[in-house]
């Protein structure tokens, strides 16, 4: 079966992919990170009101939120 050797393998190569840049940047120059880079794309300030955000700031986070309780509930409740 596939599957039990493509998930983790996928898996650890996705991690070794982002980690080490990402701990990089957060060492040398936050800027740097994903989620700065997501920020600027999302036109988010650090100081910027709930009310402020634009409509894509509230897709990635209604697409966040879906992706999450599918995936909990698909591998913790075999639902989905």
């Known amino acids: 079966m596939w599957g039990n050797w493509y998930w983790p393998a996928g898996l650890c190569v996705l991690s070794a992919l982002f ?7 957060l060492l040398t120059n936050p800027a740097n990170t994903l989620s700065d880079y ?12 709930i009310s402020a955000h634009g409509a894509a ?3 990635s986070l209604v697409a966040w939120l879906l992706f999450v309780a599918v995936i909990t509930a698909h591998i913790w409740w075999r639902q989905a």
Do not use: Y
């Open 57 to 59: 700031w509230w897709a």
């Open 19 to 25: 980690v080490p840049p990402e701990l990089f940047a």
């Open 38 to 49: 997501c920020w600027r794309e999302l036109g988010v300030s650090r100081a910027m009101e």
